[in-house]
């Protein structure tokens, strides 16, 4: 049986105000860490098969960050990433295709998610959550169906400094 990744991502750091929550665009600086965030994510997993992000304009355009150094073979939007909680989100993941996967939404889920699959190590780093532009990265010598709640698997934490 082949290695399965999943690389979570929380949103790079947005703007405070736009004319709603899901407009809100990123910074200067969030710009800059997502990229960084994509060069880090090649050298730890390489190419990825799917990429997902959420719809919100933050999200987006960390996604499209990332992108520019990780290659993905097929990317989509999905609002339903933008109002998930750590339950939908992780039967999202459960029925992905293929080996590989990022995706790029918000706190408190992505971090939930990571604590609720995670193993006692992931437990402790993630019990308050966790960064803007920063990936969790699990892997699992299962499929996609694996990654449910008590998996107790290792979580990697991957986040670039405030300060760029």
């Not at 600086?29 to 992000?53: C, M, N, P, T, Y």
């Not at 992931?122 to 969790?136: E, P, S």
């Given at each position: 049986?082949?290695?399965?990744?999943?690389?979570?991502?929380?949103?790079s750091?947005?703007?405070?105000?736009?004319?709603?929550?899901?407009?809100?665009?990123?910074?200067?600086?969030?710009?800059?860490?997502?990229?960084?965030?994509?060069?880090?994510?090649?050298?730890?997993?390489?190419?990825?098969?799917?990429?997902?992000?959420?719809?919100?304009?933050?999200?987006?355009?960390?996604?499209d960050?990332?992108?520019?150094?990780l290659?993905?073979?097929?990317?989509?939007?999905?609002?339903?990433?933008?109002?998930?909680?750590?339950?939908?989100?992780?039967?999202?993941?459960?029925?992905?295709?293929?080996?590989?996967?990022?995706?790029?939404?918000?706190?408190?889920?992505?971090?939930?998610?990571?604590?609720?699959?995670?193993?006692?190590?992931?437990?402790?780093?993630?019990?308050?959550?966790?960064?803007?532009?920063?990936?969790?990265?699990?892997?699992?010598?299962?499929?996609?169906a694996?990654?449910?709640?008590?998996?107790?698997?290792?979580?990697?934490?991957?986040?670039?400094?405030?300060?760029?």
């Amino acid at each position: 049986m082949s290695q399965c990744t999943l690389i979570l991502v929380r949103h790079s750091d947005p703007e405070y105000f736009a004319l709603s929550d899901h407009s809100r665009p990123l910074t200067d600086l969030g710009l800059r860490r997502a990229h960084e965030l994509g060069i880090k994510l090649q050298a730890e997993v390489g190419d990825i098969e799917l990429g997902v992000s959420s719809t919100a304009v933050r999200a987006w355009q960390t996604f499209d960050e990332i992108a520019k150094n990780l290659p993905m073979r097929t990317t989509y939007k999905d609002r339903s990433i933008y109002d998930a909680g750590a339950e939908s989100l992780i039967e999202t993941i459960n029925s992905l295709p293929g080996e590989s996967a990022l995706i790029v939404g918000h706190q408190p889920t992505i971090g939930h998610v990571g604590y609720l699959i995670g193993d006692d190590s992931a437990k402790a780093d993630l019990g308050t959550g966790v960064g803007k532009a920063t990936a969790l990265i699990i892997q699992s010598e299962g499929s996609f169906a694996d990654f449910r709640p008590g998996a107790n698997l290792p979580v990697r934490i991957v986040t670039v400094p405030r300060m760029l």
